[in-house]
């Protein structure tokens, strides 16, 4: 039978260095770095991603 691992593995806050940008024309979460700017995921559901900043 499965068993949970240690406890404290998992994530703690906010992702740092990542932010993520609401485009309302398109309904579109856009998730990116902060270091280069490049964006890195598009998400197309409501809900935003989790664990990263919103700007």
Known sequence: MA???PKGSGR???IKK???VHS???TRWT???MESG???DQKYNR???K?????
């Open 51 to 55: 664990g990263i900043r919103k700007k």
């Open 47 to 49: 809900v935003p991603f």
């Open 3 to 5: 068993t949970n691992g």
């Open 18 to 20: 990542r932010d993520q």
């Open 12 to 14: 703690r806050g906010f």
């Open 31 to 33: 998730k990116r770095t």
């Open 24 to 26: 309302p024309q398109n």
């Open 38 to 40: 490049q964006f890195m």
